[in-house]
């Protein structure tokens, strides 16, 4: 499974690819949401983690940006992955074209059951292995 | 002075608002009833009960929810039209209540929180007044009610007004007008408003002019009863101003216009202000004339009469007339409503900075103004009685004094209102800067709390963990957890002032709730030698509720309770209550413990930010002090309350009540019966790998009655024990090679009546037919498609289930 963390935060980084790692999945990072932007163009992801706030272009925009391409990566899965805890966050997001949305502190179980419903959700016939 | 038309005028905000404009038959029924609130409010009572039943089941629930909130705002006027606060404040808080379950809509929202807002006005409660009023502005100013808003601003500038803060008075009566002022009756009001704050602040031609606008608007309406109070406002301005002339002209437009009819009533205060107006003029017998005749038509005549002015100007006249001993009587008589006036108005203030913000120091300043305040009067006090107790001979000297010393309080209450004001003006500043403060605060700690929660997590998350080691990681994740409670906690506390905390509710599982919380303090209570006893015998199963909040009420009053107490034990139990004249359910969620206690004069200030019962005790026992306040606001969101009976040194009971909605029935352990299909089945699946949960429990939504995970053999073994497990699937991996492991687990379902399937990846031949020699009868194995998977996991539910048997 490809997975892409586009996170402008090290540490941040670290401790969703830790996490990943217990559940044996590996994922690639983008430190910033343009090179985030140029690697789903040159791979092919399943899942698209995005932090909201990063220097540069935010993590809306970048959603737009994706959601606005003409192929079918256009239809990626993206998961939010914010600190912040305004009160329409989780609104704003899905407005935009997220899928899901999780907040920092991020609960590994709760990322996971994230990721678990995309991959139910986009393929019902999915091989269990 | 007198302020008459605001509380008239402002109990009330009907409207020609949006609901008006959409013609269906029962838009045009609730307009008909909201229009008879004024004129009849027992016909709108009755009215709003045929309103509630105006819907049906065809409506959608948003519709519904509108016809009832409407009846239910138009009720809850009513009610308070009626004089019956405490009725209309529970049908706006179950109306409330009812509305966050479903798209809300802020218009009536807002209308209905303004009325909570006139309901808090009229039982007292300042700080609730305040707030609710500006919510309710922000809410109309979503749903464009203007006319609303004006209200609400006209509310907020009286609550200043009564606290002597006249000035930030001025401002609200301002936007009030600036906002709208289609409404002649609402701007007359706003007009007279104005007027009265700038008489107190002696601008009087400031004052005559507002007054006259509001003359114009009254004198346009023909409205007799109003003219007269506005023409009697201006005299006793132009009187104070030394304009005689248009006083007196303006004294005799208003006893023409109150000869007979409804403004007869307030005859009284007429001849207050003709004996002041006298007095001014020296002409001390018609002025001993007048005062008479305001004492005299006061008896049986409305209440809201400024005696303490009638005695004050009776004072002046008897001392100018020499009649001491009557000059004395009306001395003594102002001075004891002049008490009661300052106490109003220093309470109000307080209250008005308490609703801002309750940092103690803000409290110490407002405490010294007070002390102040009594100094001064404890002072004039004494001096009065020594008076009383000297022989006539010194009287009018002592009389003297008095004058003085009224001049003086006088000028002391308009100090401390001065100070009290540039006080508002800092707390407003800083009120702002907390809450970008907090928002900002909250959101940099969980940045690195990310890091700390994260790898805690990832770390516990691994198998082959030293048992020490894991202890002290755990309690560090402990730690991570508590203080995302308390940025948590803060950032609500922000959010309750900026009114954007939302309520959502769903079905919920309201015992494993309790049971959950029982679990977490269990360790806690132990490390404290105090013990945990529950009832939940009578505990409602499922629930609509906002389980998120439920349960942070839950455990911050658990974590209270074990925090406060040093020996003996907490109780929780929780049962439901009915009331069988509204048909409705109440829920009971009650914590006794039996611990330090409460004094009796402090059980309310509990409930305030940032306090504790004293500073001591704060530092003995930490925490940030928001928590109850968090849990009484969020009750009171949820539509109910939180509650506390305390009694010093032997312990406290905190009682949460909230409506009770249940959800759909379920079956109970002790008369479960054993599933006959998949669908009908509680499953429990042990897979150690979180993503591999995560895709299983999406792909199994829906699919079983319930599902939950385990990542261990011997988890799913204690969760048999319990009985309430249909049929266990286990992935291979945690199952490793071991072939007894895995019959220990096939005879333990069997024992429990629990189905068994075994998930595997190509198994090799010779060790599956182990695993079925030791009793493990259903394999299926992997890579499988999930439908495949749940149609071979369907196809023992033909068969009986496995009994103990070792084919060996």
């Keep these: ?129 | 002075m007198i302020r008459l038309l605001a509380a008239l005028l402002l109990a009330f905000c009907g409207g020609a608002s949006a609901y008006a404009a959409k013609v269906d038959p029962f838009a045009q029924r609730a307009a008909a009833a909201r229009d008879e609130i004024m004129r009849d409010p027992a016909r709108a009572l009755a009215d709003s009960d045929a309103l509630r039943r105006m819907t049906s089941s065809h409506d959608s629930l948003e519709r519904r929810t509108h016809v009832e909130a409407t009846a239910d705002w138009i009720r809850a006027e009513a009610l308070i039209s009626l004089n019956r606060p405490q009725e209309a404040l529970k049908v706006i808080q179950s109306a409330l209540a009812a509305m966050d379950r479903s798209d809300p809509e802020p218009g009536l929202r807002g209308e209905l929180i303004l009325a909570r807002g006139g309901v808090a006005n009229l039982t007292g409660g300042v700080e609730d007044a305040l707030r609710d009023n500006q919510e309710a502005f922000r809410l109309l100013g979503r749903g464009g009610n203007a006319r609303g808003q004006a209200i609400a601003l006209q509310n907020i500038g009286a609550i200043y007004a009564d606290a002597g803060d006249y000035n930030n008075a001025l401002k609200y009566f301002g936007q009030s007008i600036d906002i709208y002022s289609a409404d002649p009756k609402l701007l007359l009001s706003a007009y007279n408003n104005q007027g009265n704050s700038l008489f107190e602040l002696k601008r009087y031609a400031d004052a005559t002019a507002a007054f006259s606008r509001a003359l114009v608007i009254a004198q346009k309406t023909n409205n007799a009863l109003q003219q007269a109070r506005i023409q009697r406002n201006i005299a006793a301005t132009q009187a104070e101003a030394g304009n005689f002339v248009p006083a007196e002209a303006a004294l005799a437009d208003a006893f023409r216009l109150s000869t007979g009819g409804p403004a007869a009533s307030s005859r009284a205060a007429l001849y207050g202000v003709a004996a002041r107006l006298a007095l001014r003029q020296h002409q001390l017998d018609r002025a001993a004339n007048m005062i008479d005749r305001a004492f005299s038509s006061a008896v049986g005549a409305e209440a809201n009469l400024p005696m303490r002015d009638f005695h004050q100007t009776a004072y002046e006249i008897f001392r100018e007339r020499g009649e001491a001993k009557k000059a004395l009587d009306h001395l003594e008589a102002f001075q004891k409503l002049d008490d009661q006036a300052r106490a109003l108005a220093a309470s109000t203030s307080a209250a008005l900075m308490n609703a801002r913000f309750n940092f103690t120091n803000q409290e110490l300043r407002i405490n010294n103004l007070r002390n102040e305040q009594a100094v001064a009067s404890a002072r004039f006090r004494n001096r009065m009685q020594l008076a009383l107790l000297s022989a006539t001979a010194v009287i009018s000297t002592l009389l003297l004094i008095g004058f003085l010393s009224i001049r003086r309080s006088r000028n002391q209450v308009r100090d401390a209102n001065a100070s009290l004001l540039t006080t508002n003006v800092a707390l407003e500043k800083a009120l702002a800067a907390k809450t970008e403060f907090l928002a900002t605060t909250s959101h940099e700690i969980r940045t690195p709390l990310n890091g700390i929660l994260g790898m805690t997590q990832v770390i516990l998350a691994g198998r082959q963990l030293d048992p020490t080691l894991r202890g002290r990681i755990e309690l560090v994740q402990g730690a991570g957890e508590t203080m995302k409670a308390l940025v948590d906690d803060i950032l609500d506390v922000a959010k309750m002032e900026t009114g954007e905390l939302r309520i959502q509710t769903a079905e919920m599982d309201l015992k494993r709730l309790l049971e959950d919380a029982v679990t977490v303090w269990t360790g806690q209570a132990e490390t404290k030698r105090i013990g945990i006893e529950f009832d939940l015998e009578q505990c409602p199963g499922k629930i609509i509720a906002d389980e998120v909040r439920l349960r942070q009420i839950i455990f911050n009053l658990m974590s209270n309770a074990i925090k406060f107490t040093d020996r003996g034990q907490v109780r929780l139990a929780c049962f439901s209550e009915a009331d069988e004249e509204s048909e409705s359910e109440t829920l009971v969620i009650r914590v006794a413990d039996s611990g330090i206690g409460i004094p009796q004069d402090r059980v309310e200030e509990i409930f305030e930010s940032f306090r504790q019962v004293d500073g001591g005790v704060t530092r003995r026992h930490g925490g940030t002090g928001l928590g109850l306040a968090i849990c009484r606001n969020l009750a009171r969101a949820m539509g109910g309350d939180v509650t506390v009976v305390s009694t010093l040194g032997a312990g406290s009971t905190f009682t949460l009540t909230l409506p009770l909605e249940r959800g759909t029935a379920e079956v109970g352990p002790a008369d479960r019966v054993a599933a006959t299909s998949l669908g009908a089945a509680n499953l429990l699946m042990i897979e150690p790998n979180p993503l591999g949960q995560g895709i299983m429990r999406a792909l199994l939504a829906g699919e079983c009655a319930s599902v939950q995970f385990v990542t261990e053999v011997g988890q799913a073994l204690d969760a048999l024990k319990t009985g309430a497990i249909d049929h266990v699937l286990a992935e291979g991996s945690a199952l490793g090679l071991d072939p007894a492991g895995a019959g220990a687990l096939a005879a333990a379902c069997a024992d429990a009546k629990a189905r068994f399937t075994l998930l595997w990846r190509e198994p090799a031949p010779d060790l599956l037919s182990q695993f079925v020699k030791e009793g493990v009868t259903h394999v299926v194995s992997k890579p499988i498609s999930a439908p495949d998977l749940l149609s071979e996991m369907n196809k023992v539910y033909g068969e009986p289930i496995a009994s103990r048997n070792i084919a060996a």
Excluded: W
């Design chain 1, 1 to 129: 499974m490809n997975i892409l963390f586009v996170e402008d935060d090290a540490m941040n980084r670290r401790v969703v690819r830790d996490m990943l790692t217990v559940a044996g999945a590996t994922m690639d990072e983008a430190h910033d949401a343009e090179s985030g932007l140029q690697m789903i163009d040159e791979r092919q992801y399943d899942i698209v983690l995005m932090d909201l706030r990063m220097p540069g272009m935010d993590g809306l925009t970048a959603i737009k940006h994706i959601r606005a391409r003409t192929d079918e990566k256009a239809s990626v899965p993206v998961i939010v992955v914010t600190a912040d805890t305004a009160l329409d966050i989780c609104r704003d997001c899905i407005d935009q074209g997220a899928d899901e949305v999780i907040l920092k502190p991020v609960a590994m179980n709760k990322l996971f059951d994230a990721i678990g419903r995309l991959i139910a959700r986009g393929n019902s016939r999915m091989m269990l292995n």
